[in-house]
């Protein structure tokens, strides 16, 4: 099955005015200026004619091995060049109707990820993979190999059921976690241990975004919306069976090896 098979993309199907985008960038977080809703005046300033003649473009995030997650249809409204700069600022508006398959939609893009702008009726009609479950976040990729921002945290602890490999995984274990505060670069360490796990001690940030720390608490009473920059990861993981002492002891390293006492949010 390919974009043009949807019940929702018959609109283009006589359509040759259409692109299909495949956004990637190592400055910018773009699934945090999505969920910011910023997404749309990122994509709207470009350094040369990437939407050219077109009158929609269908907008998608890249994935892992040459895949991309489809965001968004958008209406091309104008264009102009911008003075005293190379580049050109369009003018877009959002089209409904497509809401369901956002953040669910997962197609191939295949071996020319490099051409990351393509005609819908050329190369951009692409084969569906898969469409996900509603309020899905990502693949569990193992334990030292993602980062999750405090709004994919927050979707996926609230969507248990969309997200069920991260709960089996994360209840599994204890360990030692970081919270990086990204619009500062301070880091605060913290362990997990007993039941429930990793799970279970970053759910508790969803009720008390501080997790009851003096120095988070401090930084989130003067800028009480700082959380949602907060990003979390695991440093080392612990099997479930492992005690609170050794634990602690994992995590007093943890500590000194990043400085976080000194330099970061950690105040003991």
Sequence with gaps: ??????????????????????????????????????????????????????????????????????????????????????????????????????????????????????????????????????NYVMDFPGYYDFTLTYDDLERMIDNPDSNREWQRMLSSISGIYIILDTKSGKQYVGSAYGRGGIWSRWRSYLKSPSGGNKLLKKLLRNKPKRHRHFQFSILRVLEPGVTKGEVLSQEVCAKKKLGSKAFGLNSN
């Design 1 to 134: 099955m390919k974009i043009l098979d949807l019940p929702q993309f018959q609109r283009f199907r006589d359509d040759r005015f259409v692109k299909v985008l495949r956004h990637k960038s190592t400055k910018q977080d773009l699934w945090m200026l999505y969920r910011r809703n910023k997404f749309n005046l990122y994509q709207n300033e470009q350094s040369w004619d990437v939407f050219g003649k077109a009158n929609y473009i269908i907008s998608f995030i890249a994935e892992r091995h040459k895949y991309a997650k489809f965001v968004g249809v958008w209406e091309v409204i104008n264009k102009r060049k911008r003075l005293n700069s190379k580049g050109f600022q369009y003018r877009t508006k959002q089209i409904s109707g497509f809401e369901e398959l956002s953040e669910r939609l997962i197609v191939k893009w295949g071996d020319g990820a490099r051409s990351w702008a393509q005609w819908l009726h050329s190369k951009g009609n692409k084969e569906i993979v898969e469409i996900l479950p509603p």
